[in-house]
């Protein structure tokens, strides 16, 4: 995170933050005192934050990571059943995880506040969805704030505990990813003081036991009727959220724009000299101030809705003909509305000659093009352990069906490396499924199966797919990639490694090993997947030993980070024989490593030192021994 330094947060200042600092900022101010979450793009610093605020500002909150999002949302839930204010944090794919809590609780009156972070990936920079977390709260009849800003964030964290507590009922701070990753200037505030020691008081029976009889009867009218007062207080509570900036005389046309959209709204009216255009922002979508939209829409000649990232603004109308938008094709279906593309959506509602997103695009091609820039796919990191680890499998199994997980390992499909990714843990059900598919015919399977995922997902949602495997004994590879941290959305701790957040805590690193042990599995080895070469056959003996056993072999390939070595790694410099290099570009297509670049002319392949880690790997990669040590040359 970018606040590093101690004791600057004086009370009545303003600082420059990240989104993610801004909210973290404005959760500790409105003390909030415990605080859990699983790291994921693009929430992953927020939970950091509110650690070094919590430091800084020297309050009791508890900060933990939790094993994944529906273990952090239900610690943070329990902690409002004993009275204290709560938040869980998460991206729009981790809802999905915590949904079946989120959704039960939705029908619970809470003793403390409980504010649910959401933070919404339009565009899928950094996901596999480009789902809308508004629906879940729409889903759920919850209430949800939208920033547009870092600003506003900050405030709708501290509004959406009050409103939380107010009616007892979880509250979505909804920030996406412009929002989580803009930078602009905060007010800095003391926290507020919740006087409010920890009670579990009990509360009438059923109250925090959901049953269907209850439900029916009592829970659901109440929950009803309680979502109806709030869509009421919504139409006039938060005017600082929702309001209209009216246009210079009149206005034929009019903008309706909810969270990062209002922000680029304004910006291009303001760049193209356009104050005949109303525009009404939206900072509560859900519920939406239905009378407000409505009375807007009806003043004006054409109206157009801009949200991100589904129509969740438009559903709410009760007659969308006086609006273009995506209900009608309007506005793109599908993709992020960045600045670029408003602009082109722009043009064609005000009929002026604007520039379009493909303009805008074409100009960025063209300077890429001026400036000698490529475009590159993702990978791997020079030096990681995972690419040798995955390239291990293919040496000891070219044909094996490889099933792999959420994660940096899903950057090795430029090895040709895995065959499936579907979801956190989905690398273990799904190389149970296949095993299922084969066993169905009647025999066994006739290709080796593999299934691949990192030492945070392992914990996150590997351990209930490895019991079941066990027990219903399915034949496959598991290799847990360990190298010691949650990489891909930033280095956080989780259980495998024991890190914590706060001065002075610590925690109990779960070994990986006696884990899996623990979850029924017989054959557990330990690998350093540096030595590529050894590896093979030992993946080659893991699975033999599934396939007649009929039961689940783990391999932990363990190499840390070398984004987090604590220790230098010794340095392996190398370089490329010539006359052994044939061309065959397995240490490009296999191996795939930013330090390996292949001359097509020369149909030679030759070290980039500007990328090479010296790890040394890629010399047990070459199958015609051309890479050597440069001291061997």
């Not at 209002?262 to 939406?288: Q, W, Y």
Request: net charge negative; aromatic share 6%; proline share 6%.
């Amino acid at each position: 995170m970018s606040v590093e330094r101690k004791g600057e947060a004086t009370m009545g200042t303003k600082a420059i933050l990240m989104g993610n600092e801004a909210i973290a900022r404005g959760i500790v101010e409105a003390g909030c005192e415990v605080a859990c979450a699983y790291p994921g793009t693009p929430s992953s610093e927020i939970l950091p934050s509110i650690a070094f605020w919590a430091d800084d500002l020297k309050t009791k909150t508890q900060v933990e990571w939790g094993a994944n999002e529906k273990v952090a949302f239900e610690t943070a839930l329990g902690a409002t059943y004993a009275g204290k204010r709560a938040c869980a944090v998460m991206k729009q794919v981790g809802l999905d995880v915590a949904a079946d809590p989120f959704m039960t609780c939705s029908l619970t009156e809470l003793n403390g506040g409980l504010v649910l972070v959401v933070s919404d990936d339009p565009g899928c920079h950094a996901s596999q969805t480009d789902q809308d977390s508004r629906f879940f709260a729409m889903y759920a009849k919850i209430p949800c704030f939208d920033p547009s800003d870092a600003r506003e964030a900050k405030e709708m964290a501290r509004d959406a505990f009050e409103v939380s507590e107010k009616y007892r009922v979880v509250t979505m701070l909804r920030p996406t990813v412009r929002v989580d990753h803009c930078r602009q200037d905060v007010d800095l505030l003391d926290p507020v003081s919740v006087d409010r020691p920890a009670k579990f008081d009990r509360q009438p029976v059923g109250h925090f036991i959901h049953l269907p009889a209850r439900l029916i009867r009592e829970t659901l009218p109440m929950h009803n009727e309680r979502y109806a007062r709030i869509a009421a207080d919504f139409e006039t509570a938060f005017p600082k959220y929702n309001y209209e900036i009216p246009a210079k005389g009149t206005a034929r046309f009019g903008v309706v724009a909810g969270g990062i959209c209002f922000a680029a709204v304004m910006d291009l009216l303001g760049d193209l000299g356009r104050p005949d255009v109303a525009v009404l922002k939206i900072g509560t979508p859900v519920p939406l101030p239905v009378k407000m939209v409505e009375d807007f829409i009806a003043r004006h000649e054409k109206t157009l809705v801009l949200e991100e990232t589904y129509p969740a603004i438009e559903m709410q109308l009760p007659d969308r003909t006086g609006t273009l938008g995506r209900w009608n094709g309007f506005v793109p279906s599908n993709g992020e509305l960045t600045t670029d593309v408003i602009a082109g959506i722009l043009s064609r509602f005000l009929g002026d000659d604007v520039a379009s997103e493909d303009a805008a695009a074409q100009s960025l091609a063209s300077a890429r093009n001026a400036l000698g820039l490529g475009v590159l796919p993702p990978r791997l990191c020079p030096g990681c352990g995972h690419r040798p680890g995955f390239a291990a499998i293919r040496k000891a199994y070219p044909n094996a069906i490889v099933c792999s997980d959420i994660g940096c390992y899903g950057l090795v499909k430029q090895q040709n490396a895995i065959d499936t990714i579907v979801s956190m843990g989905a690398s273990i059900t799904v190389a149970s499924g296949v095993y299922l598919a084969h066993k169905a015919d009647g025999k066994g399977a006739d290709r080796p199966i593999f299934a691949t995922l990192g030492d945070s997902t392992f914990f996150h949602m590997g351990l209930p797919g490895l019991a079941t495997a066990v027990y219903n004994r399915h034949a496959f590879v598991l290799c847990i990639m360990d190298n010691g941290t949650t990489a891909m959305t930033g280095g956080q701790d989780n259980p495998g490694s024991g890190g914590k957040m706060r001065e002075g805590e610590e925690g109990v690193r779960l070994p990986i090993e006696e884990t899996a042990k623990g979850c029924g599995a017989k054959y557990v080895v330990t690998v350093d997947p540096y030595a590529l070469r050894k590896n093979a056959p030992v993946l080659r003996d893991a699975w033999e030993y599934a396939r007649k056993n009929l039961e689940p072999a783990v391999v932990v390939m363990r190499h840390p980070c070398l984004t987090k070595l604590k220790v230098r790694q010794e340095r392996i410099p190398v370089t490329v024989k010539e006359e052994k290099c044939v061309g065959c570009t397995q240490c490009i297509t296999n191996f795939n490593c930013p330090g390996l670049v292949f001359d097509a002319t020369r149909k030679k392949a030759s070290i980039d030192e500007r990328f090479c880690v010296e790890c040394g790997v890629c010399i047990e990669m070459c199958p015609q021994d051309a890479i050597v040590r440069r001291e061997e040359e």
